[in-house]
DNA sequence: CTGAAAGCGCTAACAC
DNA sequence: GTGTTAGCGCTTTCAG
């Protein structure tokens, strides 16, 4: 019974002969092993956890459909665990899913990939973690794309079409993407020989009615922008709505950008220039990286993956 | 110890007393029972599968939710099956995930509610499902949206405004959704005093891009639509593109509906009328259902929930 | 390299 | 109403 264990593990020390004949016998009989039984006698659990806030995203619905590639492809499963990212709670509710459950991973997304009191508790529990796009601090798996570069490139697209005043809505506070992303905008203008102006940069949070709100009082100043680069997706359908309400034309009297190219940059009217991520790539790379280390502790990475620019029909040349 | 799992599994003879010291015992201690244990001594698994095609889907991803707070709810366990609907491997994929993973019921989602040979198997097989917007037939444990009243009432909202000629986008004739919402216009027009026109419905697929399409066909008729009811709102969006690329407006040239109320219809300009089904608590209710039915076998059935008209800028008076 | 023995934490069946 | 006993199907430990 054991040397069946072993052949079933990939453990070492079996001839093979015996494997060969215990392999054949598996396929004879179409034997499974019962995965509530090697968790119960074993130390595994062959079950990652997928943990994350703000649900109804299509970003973590994406991101989701690759964790769960990845671990299918692995005979992982995957558990949900949608928490309500206050920070007070949220390493409690950790710990009753790590000791209850026995993950024996997690895949944390943003905000969540940055708090650092759950990050200190999970390395205490001796649970690995991949992170999908972490802030810098806690580079150590998972996967990463360079939103600086890109957020820079697309300032850049904006300068070229002879846009000289370029105003930023930024992401909300608790996520690195809005840093990179607001350190990317500065650099694309340095690079193109514009001047940074505080007045033209607006907070956001990423939901729509915030990247609305935001145009509106962009859209009140004494000199109003020409183009607008949001944060992410939805602010730019935001700022849309705001700027058509006024019966302004997009990208005729503004233009406008955003972030991530989840399906609204697509469906909404004009259809949005903007950042793609490969967001359903990022979560299977982040999947496999902490597959690694779950089977061989030290293991797995940081990996980077490439944006692509979208360019559509909502960024057109700076009215004269 | 039979007795605090008598407790912790709400199974009767248990004296009121003794329920009460072992539940502030186990509240004392933070017991959690251990899902493995569980699963393997019993006959149940304390697992529940949602099955779905189409992943990348809003509607998904709330119903998602729903079933997952039903499930938490009850300390049951949901897994994801996303399957490639083409009816050929599905009743087999299936099996592989009753016997291998003893869930102890599934959700189903469109169109996966309505193939006959996979419901044969679960029968079959003894596992119980519940459906979410399943066709009529096999009308037993879930949860339901009288959508051809809803449609018949959205496409009474737009006779009032005084649209004669109104078109309808038909959604993808594999949903059952397709169906009640054709009759529901065919039954608005009707009651309405308007007569049916065979040339003003076309097809359409769910799509964002079969929408734009069918909309082009649309505006390209002799005598083209004042209205359009779009069968979802995706198809909606993609209406309003084609529209707009042509100088026309929405709503002054022509009136836009969809259906479903997803995010893009608050996010798209003019914000869309439509119908919200309340789909997280959709998924809710049929995973309740099927918690039900997996307790007592037998018991469960159909709920239906209440829908709501959501007016919005999309639509308005018919053009003079 | 192989296998016997002893559980993992729970529930089913059956006493009491 | 409550407790006892015997496993569920594996992995661990340790002896051969």
Redesign the pocket.
């Known amino acids: 019974?054991?040397?069946?264990?072993?052949v079933?593990?990939h453990?070492?020390?079996?001839?093979?002969?015996?494997?060969r004949r215990v392999e054949e016998a598996v396929a004879r009989l179409q034997?499974?092993?019962?995965p509530?039984?090697?968790t119960?006698?074993?130390?595994?659990s062959y079950l990652v956890a997928m943990l994350y806030d703000n649900p109804s995203s299509n970003y973590l619905m994406e991101v989701e459909l690759g964790v769960l590639d990845a671990c299918q492809s692995q005979h992982y499963n995957m558990m949900l665990a949608p928490l309500v990212y206050d920070a007070k709670d949220i390493v409690a509710k950790v710990e009753v899913l790590v000791v209850q459950s026995r993950v024996d991973g997690v895949v944390l997304t943003p905000p969540i990939t940055d708090d650092q009191a759950l990050l200190r508790r999970l390395d205490e529990l001796g649970v690995p973690y991949a992170s999908v796009s972490p802030k810098e601090e806690n580079r150590r798996i998972g996967v990463i794309v360079d939103e600086r570069r890109a957020a820079a490139e697309i300032v850049g697209h904006l300068a070229s079409l002879g846009h000289t005043r370029i105003a930023h809505i930024k992401g909300h506070p608790a996520h690195g993407a809005s840093g990179w992303r607001l350190e990317g905008y500065r650099e694309g203008l340095a690079r193109a020989g514009l001047r940074y102006e505080p007045a033209l940069v607006v907070d956001g949070e990423f939901s729509y009615d915030s990247g609305y709100v935001a145009t509106n009082a962009l859209l009140d100043l004494a000199r109003p922008p020409t183009a607008i680069f949001a944060a992410n997706d939805d602010m730019a359908a935001g700022a849309i709505c705001a700027i058509c309400e006024r019966g302004l034309s997009v990208p005729r009297d503004v233009s406008v950008c955003g972030f991530d190219d989840t399906p609204i940059a697509r469906h909404i009217y004009p259809a949005l220039t903007t950042v793609r991520q490969p967001t359903r790539e990022m979560g299977r790379l982040a999947a496999l990286e902490l597959l690694k280390a779950i089977r061989k502790p030290g293991s797995g990475g940081m990996v980077e993956v490439p944006y692509t620019l979208q360019l559509r029909r909502s960024t057109g040349p700076a009215p004269a």
Chains 1, 2 share one sequence.
């Open positions: 019974m054991k040397t069946v264990s072993r079933l593990n453990e070492p020390n079996v001839s093979e002969e015996t494997r034997y499974r092993p019962n509530s039984a090697r119960l006698a074993g130390r595994r």
